[in-house]
């Protein structure tokens, strides 16, 4: 018996000493994520580049993007939570720190200091206002779309309006195993909507300034 308590205990401090390893965030290195970008700039390091799955639209700009959400964005892919073939393909042949890393560069790739848009976004039309308004947008956007209240919510604001239509109506997509996006919140927030008012709002936040880029890399300039 005494010997079994010994072990018992051996084992219980392991397990509260391993713990924190495990419960510690995946720290990036941008100079580390530039050398894994070969799978993102084919998309995302093209000026206009456009996809044509589920629909013909830009693919978002990453430059500038938060690092948190890119994790969250890439993690998502890879559960299946966000179903999208080719982005799936990608993220499965990540690790946890490759997302990191990868984030971490995106995060910092092409910012200039000192030019963080932090003036509230203007009002628009009388019917985007109304949208924003019904959508409640701002409340984890930020009154300016670029500085989110949680660092795992997207910037958005200037993203490309088709992008930011295909992506809002993925939400209200279920049960299609190459489409879709599985997320409480966002899904209860746009099926209030049309797809026309979808097109409204998307239209509005992408002609908003802010942070998000396309940085062309020097092997497609």
Request: charged share 20%.
């Amino acid at each position: 018996m005494n010997k079994f308590l010994s072990l018992l205990s051996v084992l219980l401090v392991a397990c509260v000493t391993a713990f924190p390893v495990h419960a510690q965030e995946v720290k990036g290195d941008a100079k580390a994520g530039e050398k894994k970008i070969a799978m993102c700039i084919g998309c995302h390091g093209i000026q206009g580049y456009q996809a044509s799955f589920p629909e013909i639209y830009k693919v978002p700009k990453i430059s500038g993007q938060g690092a948190k959400y890119i994790i969250s964005a890439l993690s998502a892919y890879k559960k299946g939570d966000r179903k999208h073939p080719t982005m799936r393909g990608v993220a499965d042949n990540l690790s946890d720190q490759d997302m990191a890393d990868l984030a971490a560069y995106y995060e910092s790739h092409g910012k200039v200091d000192g030019a963080m848009v932090s003036v509230k976004a203007t009002e628009g039309s009388a019917k985007a206002a109304e949208l924003v308004k019904k959508g409640a947008c701002v409340s984890c956007h930020g009154d300016n779309f670029s500085k989110p209240i949680d660092p795992s919510y997207p910037k958005i604001a200037g993203q490309h309006g088709d992008y930011l239509f295909v992506a809002l109506k993925s939400y209200k997509t279920d049960n299609n195993p190459k489409v879709g996006r599985a997320n409480g919140i966002m899904g209860g927030v746009v099926k209030q909507f049309s797809n026309a008012e979808l097109k409204e709002l998307a239209g509005y936040v992408s002609a908003l300034p802010g942070e998000l880029k396309t940085v062309p890399q020097s092997k497609f300039r």
